[in-house]
């Protein structure tokens, strides 16, 4: 039996998020997109696990005491004494939110494939990645498939969301690199939003047949925000409606997503239950303030499944 469930590698940050649009008043929170969803999936019932680098600094203190306080295994989390913990702000105006980060030089980014704790990962049934550990660094880039790589030898399944920061990389290389890992995964998680921009297509099929042409031969489930999302299970295709809320930031929702779909998947439940469980539980991330207070745990997501 696997002491994991879901292990994830990236990056963590310390994150400042506006109070209200137009004032210059920051509440702190945390976020980076890897260490968002491994916290939802603990939420959800999972037993996870992060891998990471953190500054010696007072901000790695609270993301390790976050971790500990979630139920997350922090053995794979090191601490580097010769960088800093990555800090990101978001500001909230009327065309959503806005992202500045300040992680250039970060622990996170020197993260190596020689450091890699592969033994870690080998005793999990589910390894998570993103586009932003991809796109953090060039040595990140190379931990990334490193794991994939040990994963596949392994036996471990494999998940990927493709989070598209533009602001991290050029868009020819984020392509080619999407394309390669893509292929790599079992499971691929991206936003119609990202995809636009990858794909410049605006229809879901269209989409959908662009990333089975690149590669992707595991289950793909393509993220429509409150619309919901599309299964893709290389049989059908099945859309599966959003819950609708009255969201005030939605900072985080997309990993809220991830996390508790890949938890539901280890806890038993079908493709199609799992994506709704997940869209249920983003819905209700979306009714606070920053990507890790507002995410909910089971009783709140049942509760709102049924009442849909």
């Given amino acids: 039996m696997a002491d994991y469930d879901i292990i994830a590698l990236g990056e963590a940050l310390i994150e400042f998020n506006q109070t209200e649009p137009g004032r210059q008043q920051y509440l702190q929170g945390y976020g980076g997109d890897t260490s968002n969803a491994v916290i939802a999936a603990a939420r959800a019932g999972a037993r996870c696990a992060y891998l990471s680098r953190?500054?010696?600094?007072?901000?790695?203190?609270?993301?390790?005491?976050?971790?500990?306080?979630?139920?997350?295994?922090?053995?794979?989390?090191?601490?580097?004494?010769d960088a800093h913990t990555g800090v990101?702000?978001?500001?909230?105006?009327?065309?959503?939110h806005v992202f500045n980060y300040l992680r250039r030089g970060s622990a996170a980014s020197r993260m190596t494939a020689a450091g890699l704790e592969r033994g870690m990962i080998g005793r999990a049934r589910f390894l998570h990645v993103s586009g932003i550990s991809l796109a953090i660094s060039g040595s990140a880039c190379d931990t990334v498939f490193a794991a994939l790589e040990h994963a596949r030898q392994t036996g471990v399944q494999t998940s990927l969301d493709s989070n598209l920061r533009l602001r991290l990389w050029p868009l020819a290389r984020a392509r080619a690199v999407l394309r390669e890992a893509m292929a790599a995964v079992d499971l691929f998680l991206p936003s119609m939003d990202d995809m636009r921009h990858l794909t410049g297509h605006e229809d879901v099929d269209a989409t959908l047949d662009w990333i089975r042409a690149a590669g992707a031969a595991g289950v793909v489930v393509l993220k429509l925000g409150r619309e919901g999302a599309v299964l893709d299970d290389g049989r059908e295709r099945r859309r599966l409606p959003g819950c609708p809320v009255q969201a005030v930031d939605a900072t985080g929702a997309g990993d809220c997503f991830a996390g508790n779909l890949l938890a539901r998947r280890v806890l038993g439940d079908s493709w199609p239950d799992a994506v709704a469980y997940a869209n249920a539980a983003a819905a209700l991330s979306t009714l606070g303030?920053?990507?890790?207070?507002?995410?909910?745990?089971?009783?709140?997501?049942?509760?709102?499944l049924g009442d849909a």
């Avoid at 010696?56 to 390790?64: E, I, K, V, Y």
């Avoid at 990507?291 to 509760?303: G, L, T």
């Fill in 289 to 304: 303030y920053g990507a890790v207070d507002p995410m909910p745990h089971p009783e709140a997501v049942f509760a709102r």
């Fill in 88 to 96: 990101y702000f978001v500001q909230h105006g009327p065309q959503g």
């Fill in 54 to 81: 953190v500054g010696d600094d007072a901000f790695g203190a609270q993301l390790l005491a976050l971790w500990r306080r979630e139920g997350v295994d922090v053995a794979g989390v090191a601490v580097d004494a």
